[in-house]
């Protein structure tokens, strides 16, 4: 007869995880077991043996799995890998599939290459999202690579699981750009806060508003007043004011409220294609859509085109004046719409004698259009509306 006791037991077993869970109970039942073996035949002892080190084994090993560790790793990327027509102010994104040690995400484990060349630019990270924005526009039609390296590490210390490389190419301008939504102001061909003031005669077609300042802010039109609004033969629409009856107090608040809006919109797009195109002196010039950005004034001493499609932007920043001189057309080709042609200026916005502008005037300071001079777009001032025997046209 084969006799075995616990410790020899213990010794056949030679299973690392039985001695790792609470030994003193097991001991206690395999001491139990082997009392109720004793009393078999010793084939049967040795098969009810067996049968004991096995189960024993087995549940130990299910007990206390190992914990698995996550590799961090690159989710998406906007634009997506291989895109095409993407806008040339674009910047560029990376989404982790946990939160990184932002101090490794840097311009140097994060890259955007032209070819052999290195965009510079400035690198930004934010819960499990890196941004790259290049220093400057993009080259239109031409191919991008990101690139995204392993010396990114989660805040456990362990690297990105691989290298990611991904690639998209340029479109041939930045017309990308969307429109600027004008909000309630898209309802008034003249939009003021302080005044509207007309020399007749001229011929306005579209809605005109004026809020906070009252009807009487109104001159030169001769009005007709009715409930909620006035009328004038030198305006095919509405006029509208503060004090008039209501809906219009509150109609008109929340569209100079949207005015104020869509300028700050203009004024906040990043990355212009175009900075001090001109110096400050744009006339002569055919204007592609895009952005375009100026410090100083801005004159318009001879005509310009604006060309492009019908779906194109044109968003112009200017952080002074925007002067057009007397006789100057502005003309547009290709199908470009006046209603897509924004003109953010922060200071006075002035039309000359007999000039014709076309495009959105979102004007901080106020804008004046000049003896006989005309405007297919809409003029939007957080002050004052000037008119001297114009001709303005909602497009």
């Given at each position: 007869m084969i006799e075995l006791n616990s410790s020899a037991l213990f010794k056949i077993?030679?299973?690392k995880n039985i001695l790792s869970n609470s030994l003193k109970d097991k001991r206690m039942e395999i001491k139990s077991t082997l009392f109720k073996i004793g009393k078999l035949p010793t084939r049967i002892k040795l098969l009810a043996l067996c049968s004991v080190l096995m189960i024993a084994g087995c549940k130990n090993k299910n007990s206390d799995p190992s914990p698995q560790?996550?590799?961090?790793?690159?989710?998406?990327t906007s634009p997506a890998n291989l895109a095409t027509g993407v806008s040339r102010n674009t910047a560029i994104s990376i989404s982790f599939n946990e939160a990184m040690n932002p101090s490794t995400v840097n311009s140097s484990t994060v890259t955007l290459m032209l070819g052999n060349t290195a965009i510079s630019?400035?690198?930004?990270?934010s819960g499990t999202t890196a941004v790259f924005t290049p220093s400057s526009i993009l080259t239109a039609l031409s191919t991008y690579t990101v690139n995204v390296t392993t010396g990114i590490k989660d805040l456990s210390g362990t690297a990105l699981a691989a290298n990611v490389s991904k690639s998209f190419t340029t479109g041939s301008n930045a017309s990308g750009l969307t429109a600027v939504n004008l909000g309630a102001a898209i309802n008034y061909v003249i939009l003021a806060k302080s005044a509207i003031t007309n020399n007749p005669t001229s011929h306005i077609t579209g809605d005109l508003g004026l809020s906070p300042a009252a009807t009487s802010y109104i001159t030169g039109f001769s009005l007709t007043n009715a409930t909620g609004y006035a009328t004038s033969s030198q305006v095919t629409g509405k006029i509208y004011a503060a004090d008039m009856a209501p809906p219009t107090p509150i109609t008109l608040t929340t569209s100079v409220n949207n005015m104020v809006t869509a300028y700050n919109d203009a004024a906040g797009r990043k990355i212009p294609e175009f900075v001090e195109l001109g110096t400050g002196n744009?006339?002569?010039?055919?204007?592609a859509p895009g952005l375009y950005k100026w410090t100083s004034n801005v004159t318009v001493p001879s005509s310009i085109v604006i060309s492009g499609g019908p779906n194109d932007v044109w968003i112009f920043q200017i952080s002074g004046n925007l002067s057009m001189s007397?006789?100057?057309n502005m003309t547009l080709s290709g199908g470009a719409q006046a209603k897509n042609i924004f003109w953010q200026v922060a200071g006075q916005a002035t039309i000359g004698i007999a000039a014709h502008f076309e495009g959105v005037i979102l004007s901080m300071t106020g804008i004046t259009f000049m003896t006989g001079a005309s405007m297919n777009g809409r003029a939007l001032a957080q002050t004052a509306v000037i008119l001297d025997n114009n001709t303005i046209t909602q497009p």
């Open positions: 077993a030679g299973d560790s996550t590799v961090p790793t690159v989710t998406a630019g400035v690198v930004s990270y744009i006339g002569g010039q055919t204007l007397t006789a100057v």
